[in-house]
C-alpha cells in the first residue's frame, strides 16, 4: 500500500486552518480545481493569512505534490454545504486541489499522483469510496470544481470514487422522484430542482442539457436483480 511519504509532499505549511469540531476525523475527501493560472499562484493564494482559504494538498500539472496543512487539522477549502445529510465539511474531510482553471482537461502527471494520493488516504483514514466528492457535490450552485473536465470514470474504475448506478431508469422522468433518488446518492444540500439536476448531471452527464429525462436517473440507481 503506497504511503503518502512515497509521493515526497513539499512542506508548504498554510497558516489558514484550526482544529476539527466534535472530534470529527476526516470521513471524505473533496476534489477541487483552483481556477488559477498556475500552482504557484494557487499555492500563494492558499497561503495568505488575508484569503482565509487553504487545502490540505495541492497536485501541480507536473504532478508536483504539496502539503500545505496536517491531516489531522481542519482545512478551510468546503465552505457551506452538505452531503449525505452532513453539514462542516470542513471538518469531516480533506481537500485537495488540483491546478486547472477548469476549461482545459487534467495533465496525467497530475492525475497518476492523484490516484495515488487517494489510495493512501482512503487507507490511512479508512474512508470509503463513496466519501470522494466533487466540490460541486456538497455545494450545488455554489461551487462548478473539479468540473466537466475531470474524469470521475477513471476514479471509480480503480475503487477511488464510488461507481455510478446502472440501474433501470423510470420510463417517464418526474422531477420529485430525481430528487428522492438524488437524495439517496448524498446530494442532500438544499437547492432548486434547476440546480440539483445541473450539479448531478456535472457528475455523471456533464455533456447533457435541456429537461429532466431518464438517463439522468441511471448513474444513481443501484443496479439490482440478475443479469
Known sequence: MPSITDLNPIWH?????????GGLKPSMVVIHYTAMDSAQDALKRLCDPQHEVSAHFLIGSDGKLWRMVREKDRAWHAGAGEWHGQSDINSRSIGIELDNRGDHPFAEPQMMVLER?????????????????????????????PGSRFDWQRLEHQGLAKPRGKGQPPQIAEMQEF?????????????????????VRLRYRPWARGPLTPDDFTPLIEKTGSS
Open 13 to 21: 505549511p498554510s497558516p489558514n486552518f484550526g482544529e476539527r469540531r
Open 179 to 199: 430528487i428522492s433518488s438524488a437524495r439517496a446518492a448524498g446530494f442532500t444540500a438544499n437547492v432548486d430542482d434547476e440546480k440539483l439536476l445541473n450539479t
Open 117 to 145: 494520493l487517494l489510495t493512501a488516504l482512503l487507507h490511512r483514514w479508512k474512508i470509503p469510496p463513496n466519501g470522494v466528492i466533487g466540490h460541486s457535490d456538497m455545494a450545488p450552485g455554489r461551487k462548478l470544481d
